[in-house]
């Protein structure tokens, strides 16, 4: 059973930064294809960035330049860097395998406002 725990939300003014982390379950971890996702309230979950096992990444075009995600595999454990936040960055932020709809935890509640 492969589960998540997102942690490192806030509240946050814009331009600040927040990191979150997203703990693993699970001795495969490293083998994972890892995924950001958000939800904003009235709105689609949404994918921001995504990290192969080998390293590559890549983001939504809302985020580039300002969020950086990151993994470490002996601790089971994938990143989210935000910087240079703005209002509409304000969501639930999950983590999960890449395309799998099960295994999604509590998200943790980032909210950028002044």
């Known amino acids: 059973q492969v589960q998540f725990v997102e942690s490192g939300g806030g509240l946050v003014q814009p331009g600040g930064s927040l990191r979150l982390s997203c703990a693993a379950s699970?001795?495969?971890?490293?083998?994972?294809?890892m995924g950001w996702y958000r939800q904003a309230p009235g709105k689609q979950r949404e994918l921001v960035a995504t990290?192969?096992?080998?390293?590559?990444?890549n983001y939504v075009d809302s985020v580039k330049g300002r969020f950086t995600i990151s993994r470490d595999n002996a601790k089971n454990t994938v990143y989210l860097q935000m910087n240079s936040l703005k209002p509409e960055d304000t969501a639930n932020y999950y983590c999960?395998?890449?395309?799998?709809?099960?295994?999604w935890g509590q998200g943790t509640q980032v909210t950028v406002s002044s």
């Open positions: 699970g001795s495969i971890f490293r083998f994972y294809f």
């Open positions: 999960n395998i890449f395309g799998v709809d099960d295994y």
């Open positions: 990290m192969r096992s080998d390293g590559t990444t």
